[in-house]
C-alpha cells in the first residue's frame, strides 16, 4: 500500500476541496473513506483519508499501485496551497513491501484468501478489480457513494456528476453485482486450473457481451457461507464434492434480472443483488 504525506497549515482546507468525504471534523488518529474524482467526475482513486496532526497534518492510504497517480492528480490542483505532499511505499519492519491487506507480498495467501471471500461476498469492491481510473462511481453500487461521499460539506473537485447522477436515483448504465456458479465442463480447467472464471472474461446474453467480471473465489468447502477460506477447498471435486465460486461483476443495467446469463466458455451463471 501507499501512504501520501500532507502537511502544512494549508493541508486541511486544499483535501476538502480535493475529496469527496467531509474531512472538516476529523479528530486526530481517526480515517474515513473517501474518493478522487476528475473534474468530469470520474474516480482518479478510492483511499482512506487519516488525520495525523489537527489542520495540518493528513495521511492518504491508497492502494499499491495509485499513490503516484493519486500524488500526480493532487499535485495539479495543488498551485496556491499552503501544504506539501510526499509520497511513500508501506513496508514491514525488515523492509518487504506489504499488499493492500497489510500481508508481505507472495506470503499469507490464506489470509488473503479468506479475506477475499468475504469482501467479494460482502459485495465491497477495491482499487485494481472493480474500481479502476476513468470508472463513474455510481457504478460501484449506492452502498459505495453512501459510505465515500459526503452531499452535504461544500464544493469538491468532481461534485456535479456524482450529485447529479445520486439525484436521479443513482442510474447508470452498468451497475455492480455479485455473481455465482458451479465449477464444471470447461471452467473446471480455466484460469490456469483454479476452475474460477478469469478476471475480465465476459458476461453474455444470447451471445452479447453485456457485462465483464472483475473478481471471483472458489466458495469454501464447508459451504457454511460464512465460516473460514479452507485449504482443502481445491481438493473438494477429488472428493465428490460440488465446487462453487462467487464474483464480482460490471453488468448492462437491461440485463440484471435476466436469467440466461452465461460465461464465455459457456456455462450457466447467477446473478445476486449486493448484500
Known amino acids: 500500500m501507499n501512504f501520501i504525506n500532507i502537511t502544512g497549515a494549508g493541508a486541511k482546507d486544499f483535501l476538502q476541496g480535493q475529496l469527496s468525504a467531509d474531512i472538516k471534523d476529523l479528530s486526530v488518529g481517526k480515517e474515513i473513506p473517501s474518493l478522487l474524482l476528475t473534474p468530469e467526475g470520474k474516480l482518479v482513486a478510492a483511499l482512506k483519508v487519516r488525520c495525523e496532526k489537527e489542520d495540518a497534518q493528513y495521511i492518504l492510504v491508497v492502494a499499491s499501485s495509485f499513490g503516484e497517480l493519486v500524488l500526480e492528480r493532487l499535485k495539479r490542483f495543488s498551485i496556491g496551497a499552503n501544504c506539501e505532499m510526499e509520497l511513500k511505499n508501506v513496508t514491514d519492519n525488515v523492509g518487504h513491501s506489504l499488499d493492500d491487506e497489510g500481508f ?98 465476459n458476461l453474455l ?29 481445491k481438493e473438494g471435486e477429488e472428493h465428490g464434492k460440488e465446487l462453487k465460486y462467487i464474483g464480482l461483476a460490471y453488468l448492462k443495467r437491461a440485463s440484471i434480472n435476466e436469467k440466461n446469463l452465461t460465461l464465455s466458455s459457456g456455462e450457466a451463471v447467477e446473478v445476486l443483488e449486493l448484500a
Open 104 to 201: 508481505e507480498r507472495g506470503r499469507n495467501s490464506l489470509k488473503y484468501d479468506i479475506l477475499e471471500y468475504e469482501r467479494i461476498k460482502s459485495g465491497v469492491p477495491k482499487m485494481g478489480a472493480e474500481l479502476y481510473e476513468g470508472l463513474l462511481p455510481a457504478e460501484a453500487g449506492q452502498n459505495f457513494i453512501n459510505t465515500h461521499v459526503s452531499f452535504d460539506k461544500g464544493c469538491y473537485v468532481g461534485q456535479e456528476l456524482v450529485a447529479r447522477i445520486d439525484s436521479r436515483g443513482g442510474n447508470t448504465p452498468r451497475k455492480l453485482v455479485r455473481i455465482r456458479g458451479r465449477v464444471e465442463g470447461k471452467l473446471s480447467k480455466a484460469n490456469g486450473g483454479n476452475g474460477l472464471p478469469p478476471k475480465n472474461d
Open 205 to 233: 446474453l444470447s451471445g452479447e457481451v453485456v457485462g465483464t467480471i472483475t473478481s471471483a473465489i472458489q466458495v469454501p468447502s464447508n459451504n457454511s457461507d460464512s465460516g473460514e477460506y479452507s485449504e482443502h477447498e
